[in-house]
């Protein structure tokens, strides 16, 4: 196909040459060289776009998971308890006295949110970000925070007996805080808060 593609192209190409037979196959070659590495960049830069779609539609997601963007929003006394909503995003959120009892947050954006008194027991935070979010007065009792970023994080009054705190990012002054009403064991995790939290 190549092939026939030079020979018709040529003419084109140098009308004004001598087809002596050595420029000829000199030319016809050049064309040809050009054609291959032009039709190869197309089939490379399809087969790349085939494989990045397929990429795409095996990676797993999570079964039944609802991915929310609630930015901004006014969710005062709203129940999310037992729900999957791994990914979602609570950022700026006003989520004051609200529940989330036994639901699944993994890897949710939280920054900003105020989630004062809210009822958060066995919620899984798991790789959450928790930047700047306001838990006071909330019961956060066997909840899992495992590798969740929570600086600027306020925990004041929060019931934390058997949450998980193991790798997560948590200020300093927070921690010292934390330590002196840790206690309890996860039941999900068996690991005890004071040993999550590095208390002495």
Same mark, same amino acid.
Request: aromatic fraction near 2%; charged fraction near 15%.
């Given at each position: 196909m190549i092939n026939n593609l030079a020979n018709l192209l040529y003419p084109l190409i140098y009308p004004y040459q001598s087809l002596t037979f050595n420029n000829f196959y000199r030319e016809k070659t050049m064309i040809n060289s050009t054609l291959s590495t032009i039709f190869g960049r197309i089939f490379y830069g399809f087969l790349l776009l085939f494989l990045a779609f397929l990429l795409i539609l095996l990676t797993p997601q999570p079964v039944n998971a609802e991915i929310l963007n609630f930015t901004h929003a006014e969710l005062e006394g709203e129940d999310f308890s037992n729900r999957d909503l791994t990914g979602s995003v609570f950022a700026a959120t006003n989520l004051r006295n609200a529940s989330f009892e036994n639901s699944n947050l993994t890897n /949710? %954006?939280?920054? #900003?949110? &105020?989630?004062?008194?809210?009822?958060?027991r066995g919620v899984n935070f798991t790789g959450a970000l928790i930047d700047r979010v306001t838990f006071d007065l909330s019961?956060?009792?066997? /909840? %899992?925070?495992? #590798?969740? &970023?929570a600086t600027r994080t306020r925990f004041y009054d929060t019931n934390i007996e058997g949450a998980d705190f193991s790798d997560a990012v948590i200020d300093r002054y927070q921690l010292n805080l934390m330590c002196e009403k840790a206690k309890g064991v996860?039941?999900?995790?068996?690991?005890?808060?004071?040993?999550?939290l590095g208390c002495e």
């Open positions: /949710a %954006i939280m920054t #900003e949110g &105020i989630l004062l008194n809210a009822n958060l019961d956060l009792r066997n /909840a %899992i925070f495992v #590798e969740a &970023i996860n039941p999900v995790t068996g690991i005890a808060t004071r040993d999550s």
